[in-house]
């Protein structure tokens, strides 16, 4: 008896750490857990416009990015962010929840595919800024299940 409930235990943490490695664990990550109504207010929705015309992805000092290597990287990682923020403009008005911000970026960061993890960060970097206009004060997890695969936050 004791050996069957080791040996579920040992299969169950496997299969967390072979979800978390492959990626897996960030398509089914929730978003709707706990939430809540958020004050979408005409500065909220000029703020996020204003941050969508921005150019992106250049050499930032205050978090010792270097820049995308290339035009077609910064473009294709300023996309992403910039779909994040048009999801947020089209949806929020319809529907002021957390878990709308949530859903739209976790469709944004599900579209990218670069390995370069300099953009990867930076991303993560504007899509905070994003959420926190918006009212989210965390991503529950959802940007540490994107960029490492665990909720490691739930750890430390």
Known sequence: MFLKIFAGAILAVMTIVLTGVYGLTFYVWPTGFNDEKLAVTPEVMQRLRTLQLEHKFDP??????????????????????????????????????????????????AAFDTSESEERDQILVYLTKVMHMCGV?????????????FPYGWFF
């Open 137 to 149: 004060e965390s991503s529950f997890e959802l940007f540490n299940v994107w960029r490492y695969g």
């Open 60 to 109: 930032d000092v205050s978090t010792f990015y270097p820049g995308a290597a290339n035009e077609e990287q910064r473009s294709a990682a300023q996309a992403v962010v910039d779909s994040a923020i048009q999801s947020l403009i089209d949806e929020l008005p319809l529907r002021p929840q957390r878990s709308t911000v949530l859903r739209a970026l976790k469709a944004s960061l």
